[in-house]
């Protein structure tokens, strides 16, 4: 359960602030985390392995996703059985392919029949989920990661590619469809409906759900007070 009750879809928290993650984790909203490199660096990590160790530490019982970044598949799957040997809870994400646009999906195969747990990430066609869902072992659980907000970014509704995408992981019962790069909480909405077993959401779109079916006229009201009260307190005049 994701903690909030008028949802199925799992709350997943994006990010690599280790004492902001301690406090989800405390919260009981979020089903679990993601990182990767690019957050880390943000969030001023000095030392991968330390980070991951510490954080593992911390939140022993939920799925922690941590990313490899060799650009090669040897190199990645040096790295994937190393994240592994952190903790059962561990999955470990391998990007769809690597920066050449070579599919690490003979490598997907490998590590999930190997048994390792995978969230293969930065998918955005229908074709690399299609791919991966065939690569993916139904014998270990294993997370497909659709960026849906990067989709969106680019004009295209990612509502279609979504809907077709749980179809194609109906026949692995070990995958999950995460609806990645949330921009909106509409997308939380929209993810599940669409049937997607996660999404990746962040404080600020949490702090938005006793929003959902709030009554628009109150809501109306409330953003005119809003800006009566900002202009007041500002001290405008005309």
């Known amino acids: ?9 799992k ?3 994006d990010g690599a602030d280790l004492d902001g993650m301690i406090g989800e984790y405390r ?11 690019t957050l880390m660096k943000k969030a001023g990590v000095k030392s991968y ?4 160790r510490a954080a593992l530490a911390a939140i022993p ?10 650009d090669d598949l040897p190199g990645m799957e040096r790295e994937a059985r190393a994240i592994a040997g952190w903790g059962d809870n561990v999955f470990i994400k391998i990007p769809v392919t690597n920066t050449r646009g070579e599919s690490t999906a003979p490598l997907v195969k490998k590590l999930s029949h190997d048994g390792l747990q995978l969230n293969v990430t930065a998918i ?32 295209r509704d990612p509502v279609p590619i979504m809907k077709a995408s749980v179809k194609v992981l109906t026949s692995n019962p070990n995958a999950e469809l995460l609806w990645a790069s949330t921009r909106e909480l509409l997308n939380l909405v929209q993810a599940e409906s669409c049937g997607c077993h996660i999404i990746t959401i962040t404080n600020d779109i949490l702090k938005k759900v006793p929003l959902v079916g709030k009554d628009l006229d109150e809501l109306s009201l409330e953003t005119v007070q809003m ?4 202009a007041q307190s500002a001290g405008y005049t005309i």
């Open 124 to 155: 955005l066609t229908l074709g690399q989920v299609e791919t991966v869902a065939k690569a993916l072992s139904p014998e270990t659980p294993s997370i497909v990661s659709v960026f849906a907000g990067r989709i969106a970014d680019t004009g």
């Open 27 to 37: 919260k009981g909203i979020v089903s679990g985390f993601t990182t990767n490199p």
């Open 61 to 70: 019982d939920l799925p922690i996703s941590f990313e490899v970044f060799s």
């Open 227 to 230: 800006f009566y009260n900002d």
């Open 11 to 13: 709350l997943y928290a």
């Open 1 to 9: 359960m994701s903690g909030l009750p008028q949802f199925r879809i």
């Open 49 to 52: 392995r330390e980070f991951g």
